[in-house]
Nanobody
Framework: QVQLVESGGGSVQFGGSLRLSCVVS????????VHWYHQAPGQQRELVAT???????HYAASVKGRFTVTRDNAKNTAYLQMDALKIEDTGVYSC????????????WGLGTQVTVSS
């Protein structure tokens, strides 16, 4: 069974940086598209970054130029480097894997909390 565990969250001041990790077990990361989601307090979850199997990346406008998503298939780990953090980046960040085939296979992690303070 595929499992995802996020880590690297914490408390940081405005303008600081964090690096989130998403470690995959029970499956091969190279088979999946990786999405990172952000859920701010009281808000719906939103997609902020994607890295596809080829390594191409896509970002939400709110994080473009500040966040960088990468993947290391050999380590079965995906990363989200978060720089120039803003107060509004506060929330839970979750990793999601997607594989498209005869059916869509998806897996979620439980998330990691990021708190940005002034």
């Amino acid at each position: 069974q595929v499992q995802l565990v996020e880590s690297g969250g914490g408390s940081v001041q405005f303008g600081g940086s964090l690096r989130l990790s998403c470690v995959v077990s029970g499956g091969d990361l190279e088979d999946y598209v990786v999405h990172w989601y952000h859920q701010a307090p009281g808000q719906q979850r939103e997609l902020v970054a994607t890295v596809i199997n080829s390594g191409d990346t896509h970002y939400a406008a709110s994080v473009k130029g500040r966040f960088t998503v990468t993947r290391d298939n050999a380590k079965n780990t995906a990363y989200l480097q978060m720089d120039a953090l803003k107060i509004e980046d506060t929330g839970v960040y979750s990793c999601r894997l997607l594989k498209y085939g005869a059916f869509v296979e998806t897996h979620w992690g439980l998330g990691t909390q990021v708190t940005v303070s002034s």
